[in-house]
């Protein structure tokens, strides 16, 4: 079973749970440009942040991966360049944004947000927003960021083989 959530912040908060059947294996649909990359050190500290909140609630800390970043980064740069702050802005879902990026999703979520500058207050804005909290407390194992200007995406997702294994 695959699953994901969304959550937003800045105007309103929504929190979106849905449960969608498996589907076959998505190909390799990684695009011939190279995987994108937000700022290593600002990365490195918002992975901090999310470990330290994760630890603190007694949940395993979360591993940065590189195609969620690289999906993550590209929506930032959307996001920013059209000043829209929805989770589908560019017409895409974060599943499909996900799989374009050549990874196989079972659980995913989001989180977006904008108007911040610094690491720290990004985190303390979602971890203030319920459903952005629900995201970063999540069961997901992965995360990769999005940063660009002030605008800033968290991708949470663990891979289907690794939710496949937990039904067995």
């Given at each position: 079973?695959?699953?994901y959530?969304?959550?937003l912040?800045?105007?309103v908060?929504?929190?979106?749970?849905?449960?969608?059947?498996?589907k076959?294996?998505?190909?390799?649909?990684?695009?011939?440009?190279?995987?994108?990359s937000?700022?290593?050190?600002?990365?490195?500290?918002?992975?901090r942040?999310?470990?330290?909140?994760?630890?603190?609630a007694?949940k395993?800390?979360l591993?940065l991966?590189?195609?969620?970043s690289?999906?993550?980064?590209r929506?930032a740069?959307f996001?920013s360049k059209?000043?829209?702050y929805?989770?589908?802005?560019?017409?895409?879902?974060?599943?499909?944004?996900i799989?374009?990026?050549?990874?196989d999703?079972?659980?995913?979520?989001?989180?977006i947000?904008?108007?911040t500058?610094?690491p720290?207050?990004?985190?303390?804005?979602?971890?203030?927003?319920?459903?952005?909290?629900?995201?970063?407390?999540?069961?997901?194992?992965?995360?990769?960021f999005?940063?660009?200007?002030?605008?800033?995406?968290?991708v949470?997702?663990?891979?289907?083989?690794?939710?496949?294994?937990?039904?067995?």
């Amino acid at each position: 079973m695959r699953n994901y959530t969304l959550a937003l912040f800045y105007l309103v908060p929504i929190n979106v749970s849905v449960a969608v059947p498996p589907k076959e294996k998505p190909e390799a649909t990684t695009s011939e440009t190279p995987l994108a990359s937000p700022p290593k050190e600002t990365a490195a500290e918002l992975l901090r942040l999310h470990n330290s909140v994760r630890t603190e609630a007694g949940k395993p800390e979360l591993r940065l991966n590189e195609r969620l970043s690289s999906a993550a980064q590209r929506f930032a740069e959307f996001l920013s360049k059209a000043r829209k702050y929805e989770h589908d802005a560019d017409g895409r879902t974060p599943a499909a944004r996900i799989e374009a990026e050549g990874y196989d999703w079972g659980t995913w979520s989001e989180n977006i947000g904008w108007g911040t500058k610094e690491p720290a207050d990004v985190m303390r804005t979602w971890i203030n927003s319920e459903g952005h909290r629900v995201n970063i407390l999540g069961e997901e194992k992965e995360v990769g960021f999005g940063i660009s200007k002030d605008v800033w995406v968290a991708v949470f997702a663990t891979q289907l083989k690794e939710v496949d294994k937990k039904g067995e």
